[in-house]
């Protein structure tokens, strides 16, 4: 795999111009946001390969940000030395270690401020295949869905090396999720997203409450609430190679506790279906 800390000229030839820089006003570039703690055996070679998909996919512009919550092990700086050497790639250093939620919250403002069109999120830890973000993307970009989850749990979806306790946890959790919401979504709690911007503009990101995995729950919750369509797309998710996983007891037990206030939270206001395709039309007709 070709090295991301090479110079720039080695991977993309001597004439390569450089990527344009973000603006507010909304367009069609693709932004995946990466939250980082504690990856610094895994950072580089999950952005090697997340830059590798997105020439392909997006060959005119893309952006790769990077939030790193102040990882002790010095993920944050290899991410500076990425981010140094690729003008398609960010780095966001946040000094508080909130948790995944709040961590995603700054990435998506980020991307939004930034003028992203389609907003992906996956893990760092090479859990979530970099080749699936084509098809999670293409879902959005071609009008099937306003949200494409990365789906374990329907026909087609696997999970490679996990324990059966730690599967039947994670079906349980999903299952506890869609009963109490009410929701035809299979899997709640995964983490590997593409979001039309329209739809994280929607949620009123600053009042997400969840932290820890829940947070997972509760953007597809508000999503589906807020009358958007979503389509599961179905992945082979790996357990991590390298690192130590961020899941604990406290953050199931954080979602667990919070599933039922979401169910009686009055939420946002549903889009009409109107709305909804005026906003699909006004996509369509940005491509």
Request: hydrophobic letters at 40%; aromatic letters at 6%; a negative charge.
């Amino acid at each position: 795999m070709t090295s991301l800390l090479a110079p720039l000229e080695d991977r993309n030839g001597a004439g390569s111009s450089s990527l344009s820089t973000p603006s507010a006003r909304r367009t069609a570039i693709p932004w995946v946001v990466l939250p980082t703690f504690n990856e610094a055996e895994n950072i580089e070679g999950i952005v090697a390969r997340i830059v590798g998909v997105l020439e392909l996919l997006a060959p005119e512009d893309f952006r790769v940000l990077i939030v790193d919550d102040d990882s002790p092990d010095g993920t944050g700086l290899i991410a500076d030395g990425l981010a140094a050497v690729h003008p398609a790639i960010e780095v966001l250093h946040r000094r508080e270690r909130e948790g995944l939620g709040p961590a995603y919250v700054a990435g998506f403002r980020r991307a939004l401020a930034g003028g992203a069109g389609y907003v992906l999120e996956m893990d760092a830890d090479g859990s979530h295949d970099p080749r699936d973000l084509g098809r999670l993307l293409s879902v959005v970009r071609d009008g099937g869905a306003d949200l494409a989850l990365g789906s374990r749990y329907v026909a087609g979806g696997h999970i490679s090396d996990w324990s059966p306790l730690r599967r039947a946890t994670s079906r349980g959790g999903c299952w506890y999720a869609r009963t109490v919401l009410g929701l035809d979504v299979r899997d709640l709690t995964g983490g590997f997203k593409c979001f039309a911007a329209e739809v994280l503009d929607a949620i009123d990101l600053p009042t997400l409450r969840c932290c820890g995995y829940g947070f997972q729950v509760e953007l597809t919750y508000r999503a589906v609430r807020a009358g958007f369509r979503v389509q599961e797309v179905p992945i082979t998710f790996h357990d991590r190679m390298r690192g130590s996983s961020k899941m604990s007891w406290r953050i199931a037990l954080e979602a667990a506790w919070l599933v039922p206030q979401l169910r009686h939270d009055s939420g946002p206001a549903e889009l009409p279906p109107s709305v909804v395709a005026s906003l699909a039309g006004a996509r369509k007709a940005e491509r």
